[in-house]
């Protein structure tokens, strides 16, 4: 995923932050006062000790950012009865599936859109930007994106609702976050 330009839209590019970008993320809110004092003041002390990478998604006119998002590797654990119901999961791998204690995955942390540009697609760009890298691109072992949710309506909708991401455990519904998970190849093009 190294290099200068990881993703363009029609608009949009998705690249790596680097410490130049210091002074941009600290003008940066998503209204949320706990990611934004992540972005603010633990971001790149995070990225110096090899905890995740972070990104940034602006627009190519004029260079603002507008999301922001952290990538690090994961790995999921499923209980058996959650093994059975993958729709793309051929007679042939099914087997070797159900065996895996756990499975690679890419977690998103700290995706936030900028306040003025939420409900305009940007979270879901950043999502598909995650998908097509790690289901095309085949860079690493990777088979399902993790999300650690703010566990509000509004977030888990987003991620539930209108990308299909499902709840790991019922077991964290009253806490701060929810985990979720996507089947990477079953999320939709």
Known sequence: MEGKTQYLDFNLS?????????VPLSA????????DDFFHNEVFLCYKYGY??????TAKD???????????NDVLTLEFEDKVDF???TFEYSDIFRRQPTYPAINIG??????????????????????????TRRISGCQFITVDALNNPR?????????????????????HTRRMYLDIFSHPD
């Open 14 to 22: 998705i690249n790596t932050i680097s410490e130049s970008d210091a």
């Open 110 to 135: 700290h995706l936030a859109v900028r306040k003025d540009m939420q409900s305009k697609g940007i979270g879901r760009i950043i999502v598909d930007f995650i998908h097509m890298t790690f289901a």
């Open 52 to 57: 995740l990478i972070p990104y940034k998604c």
């Open 62 to 72: 004029s260079g603002e950012i507008l999301g922001l998002f952290t990538l690090a």
């Open 87 to 89: 729709p793309n999961l």
């Open 28 to 35: 940066f809110s998503c209204g949320c006062d706990e990611i």
């Open 155 to 175: 977030t888990l909708s987003f991620y539930s609702d209108k990308l299909g991401f499902e709840f790991q455990t019922l077991s964290d519904m009253g806490k």
